[in-house]
Nanobody
Framework: QVQLVESGGGLVQTGGSLRLSCAAS????????MGWYRQAPGEQRELVAG???????NYSDSVKGRFTISRDNAKNTVYLQMNSLKPEDTAVYYC?????????WGQGTQVTVSS
C-alpha cells in the first residue's frame, strides 16, 4: 500500500506560478513511477508529467517548457513546478504512484488560473 498526500494548489493569475508537492508513504520501495494527472470539469483525466524510478521524465505537450517535475528521494516527495500558468491549466491535479500494475492516487488539489 502507498499513501499520497498532496499540497500546493490554489488560485493564481495568468502567467503566475505554483508548486505542487506529493509526499508518499507506505511501500515506498515498490514504487516504479510517480507523477501528476489533472482533470478539468467535464473532461477526462489526463497525464501532465511523470517520472520513473530510473529518472525518465515525460510531459504532456500542453505543459512542455512550462512545467517541471522533480523528486526528493530523501523526503519521498515529488514536485510539480508550474510556471507561465494559463486559464486552461485550471483543473484538479492528482498525484499518482505506480506499483506494478496498481496505481495509487492522492486526494487531488485544485489549481485555478484566473484570466
Amino acid at each position: 500500500q502507498v499513501q499520497l498526500v498532496e499540497s500546493g494548489g490554489g488560485l493564481v493569475q495568468t502567467g503566475g506560478s505554483l508548486r505542487l508537492s506529493c509526499a508518499a508513504s507506505g511501500s515506498i520501495s515498490s514504487i516504479i513511477g510517480m507523477g501528476w494527472y489533472r482533470q478539468a470539469p467535464g473532461e477526462q483525466r489526463e497525464l501532465v508529467a511523470g517520472i520513473t524510478r530510473g529518472g525518465s521524465i515525460n510531459y504532456s505537450d500542453s505543459v512542455k517548457g512550462r512545467f517541471t517535475i522533480s523528486r526528493d528521494n530523501a523526503k519521498n516527495t515529488v514536485y510539480l513546478q508550474m510556471n507561465s500558468l494559463k486559464p486552461e491549466d485550471t483543473a484538479v491535479y492528482y498525484c499518482y504512484a505506480r506499483v506494478s500494475i496498481t496505481t495509487y492516487w492522492g486526494q487531488g488539489t485544485q489549481v485555478t488560473v484566473s484570466s
